[in-house]
Nanobody, 115 residues
């Protein structure tokens, strides 16, 4: 089974940028949906961005225009570029594959945005 490992989280000031990376242990070419989810303390996990095998992408309204998902099948990676970060973006971010959500989850990476 493909394993997913996230990296790139950290502490950033409001207005700053971070790029999260998700590296898969195997091919993701045949996986229809890859996505990034996040979960803040006391809140439900939510889908932030998704990238389908055919190339289409989708974003939750709160991050449109600020976040961009990059799916790189040859590199077995799915990145999330996050710009203009806000304190409300603070959460643990998870890479996911195989559906929306699918059965493949990474361990999560913490993103903290200070005001």
């Amino acid at each position: 089974q493909v394993q997913l490992v996230e990296s790139g989280g950290g502490l950033v000031q409001a207005g700053g940028s971070l790029r999260l990376s998700c590296k898969a242990s195997g091919s993701i070419f045949s996986i229809n949906a890859m996505g990034w989810y996040r979960q803040a303390p006391g809140k439900q996990r939510e889908l932030v961005a998704s990238a389908l095998r055919g190339g289409s992408t989708n974003y939750v309204d709160s991050v449109k225009g600020r976040f961009t998902i990059f799916r790189m099948n040859a590199e077995r990676m799915v990145d999330l570029q996050m710009n203009s970060l806000r304190p409300e973006d603070t959460a643990t971010y998870y890479c996911n594959g195989g559906g929306l959500p699918g059965p493949l989850w990474g361990q999560g990476t913490q993103v903290t945005v200070s005001s």
